[in-house]
Every structure is written in structure tokens, then in C-alpha cells.
């Protein structure tokens, strides 16, 4: 079974950083053959988008909210993909969830994904 689990959430000050990372496992295909993405969820609001990745990792994406700011990654031999998050602010406060496409092609519709993780939480003070 096909599975992804995010970690390093926690609480950092307005101004910090944190790494997410993301592993996939139980893979019968290509690590590379899909995108992933990232996307947030805060309290009463509705998830949304934050970053993706094609297959290859060539191509990025990032919602305007966190360009600048984030920067994805993958490494396709170890089956990761990275959320490296500066500049946090306390609207970043969200939990993050990784999600594993259907297609090689990188996307912003959560129904392109078909295989999201638990997620992890991300607290920004201010």
C-alpha cells in the first residue's frame, strides 16, 4: 500500500524555519513518475495549496502566498520530497500535508492527488 508520512512540524517565532519532509513508501512505480505536493489546512478555513513538484523535480510551483519564502525539493533515490520554510509568519500556522500525484505533471487541484498523509503541524508565534 502506497503510503506518505510528513514530519518535522513544530513551533517556531515569526521569522523562523522549519523543514518538512515527506517519504513515500510501499511505492509499485517510479518515485519520479508522480508530482507531489504540499498543501495547509488552518483552524476553520478550508486547505489549500501551498507548493508542488514535477516527477523530475525540475519544475516547481508555489502559491503567492509563500513564494519567496518556501522552497520544495525532492530526492528521487530516497523517495523524499522537501518543504523548506523561511520567513514564517503566523498565518503559516496550518497542518501541512504531502500528497502524492496521480500524473508526472505538477498540479494545484487536491483531486489530482490521490494519496495524502496524516499531516503535521506547524505553529508559528508571534
Known amino acids: 500500500q502506497v503510503q506518505v508520512v510528513e514530519s518535522g512540524g513544530g513551533l517556531v517565532q515569526t521569522g523562523g524555519s522549519l523543514r518538512l519532509s515527506c517519504a513515500a513508501s510501499?511505492?509499485?512505480?517510479?518515485?519520479?513518475?508522480?508530482?507531489l505536493g504540499w498543501f495547509r489546512q488552518a483552524p476553520e478555513k478550508e486547505r489549500e495549496f501551498v507548493a508542488t513538484?514535477?516527477?523530475?523535480?525540475?519544475?516547481?510551483h508555489y502559491a503567492g502566498s509563500v513564494k519567496g519564502r518556501f522552497t520544495i525539493s525532492r530526492d528521487n533515490a530516497k523517495n523524499t520530497v522537501f518543504l523548506e520554510m523561511n520567513s514564517l509568519e503566523p498565518e503559516d500556522t496550518a497542518i501541512y500535508y504531502c500528497?502524492?500525484?496521480?500524473?508526472?505533471?505538477?498540479?494545484?487541484?487536491?483531486?489530482?492527488?490521490?494519496?495524502w498523509g496524516l499531516g503535521t503541524q506547524v505553529t508559528v508565534s508571534s
Open positions: 500528497a502524492l500525484s496521480r500524473y508526472t505533471d505538477i498540479s494545484t487541484n487536491p483531486s489530482q492527488y490521490d494519496t
Open positions: 510501499g511505492l509499485t512505480f517510479a518515485f519520479n513518475s508522480k508530482a
Open positions: 513538484i514535477s516527477g523530475s523535480g525540475r519544475i516547481p
